[in-house]
């Protein structure tokens, strides 16, 4: 069984950081492409970072030098370290695995990120 685990969602201000965790087990971590996700209330879930298999990175425009997605392979683990963090930043955000070759594709149940202004 896929499992996908958040963890380190919360409340905060304005300005601060949090960081999320995402714990993998059920397939080879290595082998896929790891990503971050987030959807805001009435709107569409967009990709917010991902980090390939081969160690590619990428973000999108909105959270570019303010994020940072990382991930160890030895502990099947991604991670998303957010900065300078504004009250349009609050979201659900999701992991997701997806296997690059395969095509198959799994998600987290989602972590509540609020920032306060």
């Known amino acids: 069984q896929v499992q996908l685990v958040e963890s380190g969602g919360g409340l905060v201000q304005a300005g601060g950081s949090l960081r999320l965790s995402c714990t993998v087990s059920?397939?080879?971590?290595?082998?896929?492409?790891m990503g971050w996700f987030r959807q805001a209330p009435g709107k569409q879930r967009e990709l917010v970072a991902f980090?390939?298999?081969?160690?590619?990175?990428n973000y999108a425009e909105s959270v570019s030098g303010r994020f940072t997605i990382s991930r160890d392979n030895a502990k099947s683990t991604v991670f998303l370290q957010m900065s300078s963090l504004k009250p349009e930043d609050t979201a659900v955000y999701y992991c997701?695995?997806?296997?690059?070759?395969?095509?198959?594709?799994?998600w987290g149940q989602g972590t509540q990120v609020t920032i306060s202004s």
């Open positions: 059920g397939i080879f971590f290595s082998r896929f492409d």
């Open positions: 997701n695995a997806h296997g690059a070759t395969t095509g198959r594709e799994y």
């Open positions: 980090f390939t298999k081969s160690g590619r990175t």
